[in-house]
């Protein structure tokens, strides 16, 4: 049964209502709490009365103030989930933010804090790349880029060590 408009109104305000607590949380070092009202403000959205739309001809104008927010939330809850070193969850709900809103910058870049966490430096470089071009100097930009060189370092280390003596065995 479709919800009347005067619900989903009020559905929203609630789940904003949860969205700014949970923000309110997050400053003051809460993650999980934060996590628990982002979820709370999510199932009160009206989502399901959501559409689906060809993401080739999508506009940024197409998405709905509505769906801003629930990508906010979803790009929101994966920070948390960065805080929480939750790293396969950052990048399920930075997904999320992105299937919602694809224009999502901050979801982006979550997902490619994410995907390097995971070990997925190439995907995470190319989302990286794209995010430069409108801010090629962006500091937080910059340090993700140390944790790909970090994460190419360590698994080098590691290539050289498995490796490390295999041609002073034939010698012998």
Do not use: W
């Not at 790009?75 to 070193?85: F, G, K, S, V």
Request: with cysteine; net charge positive; glycine share 4%.
């Amino acid at each position: 049964m479709p919800i009347s408009e005067e619900e989903m109104n009020q559905k929203m305000a609630k789940g904003l209502e949860y969205k700014q607590e949970g923000a309110v949380a997050f400053k003051a070092g809460h993650a999980t709490t934060m996590r628990l009202l982002y979820l709370r403000g999510l199932n009160d959205n009206p989502m399901s009365v959501g559409k689906s739309r060809d993401p080739e001809n999508l506009k940024e104008s197409d998405i709905t103030e509505l769906e801003k927010e629930i990508s906010t939330i979803n790009a929101n809850m994966a920070l948390c989930q960065l805080r929480l070193e939750r790293f396969d969850r950052i990048v399920r709900c930075a997904n999320e933010a992105l299937k919602v809103n694809p224009f999502n910058k901050k979801a982006k870049f979550r997902l490619a804090q994410g995907l390097i966490r995971e070990g997925s430096i190439i995907k995470a470089a190319k989302l990286l790349d794209e995010l430069e071009k409108d801010s090629p100097n962006d500091p937080a930009f910059a340090a993700e880029r140390r944790q790909i060189d970090l994460k190419e370092k360590q698994a080098e280390i590691k290539q050289r060590k498995e490796f490390a003596g295999m041609f002073d065995r034939a010698k012998k």
